[in-house]
């Protein structure tokens, strides 16, 4: 079956050192997006990538940045620029065209700093 | 711009109650509409959709119309479930646009027996 698989669920990081999570979907889908969400909150956009080799910013991209070599894979690096990186991460995919399309979600990487 | 109002929860109804969560928008011409719901430790899963006005969307006995006329899309089920428990998010996509949602700030259900 096709999905988005986010790796991995549970990811600890030290205080001054970046942290990438993986994100990958075999939906064929030409738009990735990186969401962050605090306990509690609603979504805030990190990045987003529409075609391969090309990404926007978000809402909120200082202190992340990202990749998009392949179709397929769309991983976020947590920097060490970023102040309070303790959040649930979402990865998702869409269909570019039109608008009658939702996203797709993966299940999502919960991110500690200790 | 674009926007999604949501009623605040949590939402606490006994089992078999019915449910409304309330959503309503702001964006120019006809937007596509979304209800995702959100489990304890996952993803945001699709529940239903409208394309256009006076589309009714319908999932697990989850029902939402799309109201152009007051630009709302409110989520009801007549008996919910303890099952039913989790976080609601509506969302829409501009019409005439590639895919970029906008999100509510989310609405918590809990179902109690």
């Known amino acids: 079956d096709g999905g988005i698989t986010q790796s991995p669920k549970y990811l600890f990081r030290k205080e001054g050192q970046n942290v990438t999570l993986s994100c990958e979907q075999n939906?064929?889908?030409?738009?990735m997006y990186w969401y962050r969400q605090d306990p509690g909150q609603g979504l805030r956009l990190i990045y987003y990538?529409?075609?391969?080799?090309?990404?926007q910013k978000g809402d909120i991209a200082e202190g992340y940045s990202v990749s998009r070599e392949k179709k397929e894979s769309f991983p976020l690096t947590v920097t060490s620029a970023q102040k309070n990186p303790t959040a649930f991460y979402l990865c998702?995919?869409?269909?570019?065209?039109?608008?009658?399309?939702?996203?797709?979600f993966g299940s999502g990487t919960r991110l500690t700093v200790v | 711009g674009n926007s999604v109002t949501q009623m605040e929860g949590p939402v606490t109804l006994s089992e078999e109650a019915f449910l409304t969560i309330n959503c309503t928008y702001t964006a120019t011409g006809y937007p596509s509409l979304f209800w995702y719901v959100q489990y304890p430790g996952e993803g945001l899963q699709l529940l239903l959709k409208?394309?256009?006005?006076?589309d009714k969307g319908s999932n697990k006995g989850f029902e939402a119309t799309y109201r152009k006329e007051t630009t709302s899309f409110h989520l009801e089920k007549g008996s919910v479930q303890v099952s039913d428990s989790a976080v609601y998010f509506c969302?829409?996509?501009?019409?005439?646009?590639?895919?970029?949602?906008?999100f509510g700030t989310g609405t918590r259900l809990q179902v109690t027996l």
């Open positions: 969302a829409l996509n501009p019409a005439g646009t590639a895919s970029k949602l906008t």
């Open positions: 990538s529409q075609i391969v080799n090309d990404f």
């Open positions: 409208a394309t256009k006005a006076d």
């Open positions: 998702a995919s869409s269909i570019v065209r039109g608008s009658n399309y939702g996203y797709t």
């Open positions: 939906l064929n889908h030409d738009a």
